[in-house]
């Protein structure tokens, strides 16, 4: 993959966020930029951090390897959790989000996952995954928003089971600047036995 279609695929999913250079300055003394160019509103007065317990935080509850376990409380107080890792290409940049979790019992699908992927993604050619030399699975993509286009995966015992005893995993992803390209995504299953473990007992309390 080409170093300016991983610079695009990065830039696309949206994963950091831009700050404006100007109001910084604006705030910055010795910038020149007289005081009073600054209007009031545009002054943060400051705020409390954010309580990790409040409903919608989001906590960070461990690290198995290459996943981390987040943790969400809902409204009615229930801590709900996932296992989540983060995506890179070949040069380190960041592409595509995994977040997996589990379901409850008796369902075809044991556990579900949410990988988003860069706006620039060829939507059309589906994602596939993975694991070590099985055959590719084929998902196809539920929406885009802001922050990417999503696939919202269901996995059965059975690939659960393979995840856990697999060395690594690949996502591939087919950008749209360039269709005859395929980009192909490592996802590191150091950990994963011990964090989706975690993940499910944590979702059972």
Do not use: H
């Not at 929406?143 to 996995?155: H, Q």
């Amino acid at each position: 993959m080409s170093k300016t279609l991983s610079s695009l695929l990065a830039l696309t999913l949206g994963l950091t966020i831009a700050f404006s250079a100007s109001a910084q300055d604006a705030a910055t003394p010795g910038t020149g930029v007289p005081a009073e160019a600054v209007a009031p509103d545009d002054l943060s007065m400051g705020a409390t951090e954010q309580d990790p317990n409040a409903p919608g935080a989001m906590r960070v509850a461990g690290t198995f390897g290459s996943w981390e376990q987040r943790c969400i409380t809902d409204d009615a107080d229930k801590e709900r959790c996932q296992l989540y890792q983060l995506l890179k290409d070949g040069e380190g940049n960041n592409v595509a989000e995994f977040s997996m979790f589990n379901l409850p019992a008796g369902q075809q699908a044991s556990a579900g996952a949410t990988i988003i992927v860069p706006l620039e993604t060829l939507l059309t050619a589906n994602l596939t995954m993975k694991v070590d030399t099985a055959q590719p699975r084929v998902y196809p993509y539920t929406w885009c928003s802001t922050i990417g286009c999503v696939a919202r995966v269901g996995f059965t015992q059975a690939e659960i089971d393979a995840l856990k005893k697999g060395s690594r995993a690949q996502l591939t992803i087919v950008p749209v600047v360039a269709p005859d390209e395929k980009v192909i995504l490592d996802v590191s299953l150091s950990g994963f036995t011990a964090g989706y473990d975690a993940v499910v007992a944590a979702n059972a309390e």
